[in-house]
Nanobody, 123 residues
Framework: QVQLIESGGGLVQAGGSLRLSCAAS????????MGWFRQAPGKEREFVAT????????SYADSVKGRFTISRDNAKNTVYLQMNSLKPEDTAVYYC????????????????WGQGTQVTVSS
């Protein structure tokens, strides 16, 4: 069992930055690929970024490529999402998730999810 707790969301102006954190419980954090997803009101949950177990492989949605960076610190059981040059269309609830198998852009295969943190970008 892995419990995930996101933090770092908030209200920011367009062009600003935020850093999301996701702290995981348990001693097996390094056994999981991790992902960030987001869901805006009235829309389906969508992939943002994913990172492999040792951090050597990352992948991003086209909409955030070049602006967002995913990273992890296995010693701290934490995965991060650095978000720069934020746009109003980035407004959503952001979720981190753990996948026991591999990095993936699909929510299928992610066994554990956090409760989400709200990010609001004003224009």
């Amino acid at each position: 069992q892995v419990q995930l707790i996101e933090s770092g969301g908030g209200l920011v102006q367009a062009g600003g930055s935020l850093r999301l954190s996701c702290a995981a419980s348990g001693r097996t954090f390094s056994s999981y690929a991790m992902g960030w997803f987001r869901q805006a009101p009235g829309k389906e949950r969508e992939f943002v970024a994913t990172i492999s177990r040792n951090g050597g492989i990352t992948s991003y949605a086209d909409s955030v490529k070049g602006r967002f960076t995913i990273s992890r610190d296995n010693a701290k059981n934490t995965v991060y999402l650095q978000m720069n040059s934020l746009k109003p269309e980035d407004t959503a609830v952001y979720y981190c998730a753990a996948n026991p198998s591999r990095t993936s852009g699909s929510p299928v295969g992610y066994d554990y999810w956090g409760q989400g943190t709200q990010v609001t970008v004003s224009s």
